[in-house]
């Protein structure tokens, strides 16, 4: 979950940020910006740094990269450093040493300087597998997922993606697979509606062979208050609801990193295949 939407957010959300922690008002040029997500199915952990930059200067993001930074996550007994990685632009670790667990918690420290900056997040219980009812609508596929009872985790989102497809365009037949994408795929369980979710593949009994992959991956509730405020100020940038003229406030983008910005979150992910046809 590389986050590089941070970029942006520094020149223009800082004035309206909501921050998970009480933060001084730091000089832009002197702000660390910080973004990371760790899950234990990571290969490799990464935290990007940024610099702040004065408001009306132009951000580039190679000349925002600070490269000088002292990286290390903690599980509260080992701390481990990170190494400078050129080729990505950020802070990497591999996840054999991290070994990232589930249901603990994580503290990162950024060094830059004289400036010290924290933050803390904790990873999600493994995800259950969910319950799903799949049918058949015509030439279409759906699939009904609904969570058991046991499933611990609030906060999750919800990804997909066909895979396998094998399908001959011809006269009466010209449109193959494709899936009709759901409204919102970031959910509060606590949300009835977010307890069911439906996917459907148009078409899917049309192809030779398709498959549907499902990525179901629960976050903590650090990852879910930013993507939600994120996605607030999207809409509130874009002017989705078309108000001519805008006079709505900037909506405010959740952080939790002290001492800085930015956002440190754990995520915990399920990956499972469904073999429509063929």
């Known amino acids: 979950m590389r986050c590089i939407l941070f970029i942006t957010l520094l020149a223009g959300v800082l004035s309206s940020c909501e921050s998970g922690v009480e933060i001084e008002r730091i000089p832009l040029n002197k702000l660390i910006a910080i973004s990371s997500f760790i899950s234990p199915q990571d290969s490799v952990l990464c935290v990007h740094v940024y610099r702040g930059q004065e408001m009306g200067s132009i951000l580039r993001p190679d000349s925002a990269v600070i490269r000088e930074a002292q990286v290390t996550i903690s599980d509260g007994i080992r701390m481990t450093a990170f190494t400078y990685n050129a ?22 420290q950024v060094k830059v300087g004289n400036t010290v900056c924290n933050a803390s997040c904790r990873i999600p219980p493994n995800p259950v597998v969910p319950n799903v009812n799949q049918s058949k609508v015509n030439d279409d596929f759906i699939a009904l997922f609904n ?23 011809q006269i009466g037949n010209p449109i193959g697979p494709y899936i009709r994408t759901p409204t919102n795929t970031l959910f509060d369980r606590q949300d009835k509606e977010a307890n ?7 078409n899917a009994f049309k192809a030779d062979r398709v498959s549907l992959a499902v990525f179901y991956q629960a976050v903590d509730e650090n990852t879910y208050k930013y993507l939600k405020t994120y996605q607030d100020f999207s809409n509130w940038q874009n002017n989705t609801d078309h108000l001519i003229p805008n006079l709505r406030e900037p909506q405010p983008v959740f952080d939790n990193i002290e001492g800085g910005i930015g956002i440190f979150g754990g995520y915990n992910r399920l990956d499972t295949l469904f073999k429509i046809k063929g």
Do not use: G, H
């Open 87 to 108: 080729s990505r632009k950020c802070y990497t670790l591999s996840s054999q040493i991290a070994d990232i667990q589930p249901e603990k918690e994580y503290r990162l």
């Open 147 to 169: 969570w058991p009872s046991s499933e611990k985790n609030r906060y999750y989102i919800f990804n997909y993606s066909l895979r396998d497809i094998v399908f001959r365009s």
């Open 196 to 202: 069911e979710m439906e996917i459907r593949v148009i």
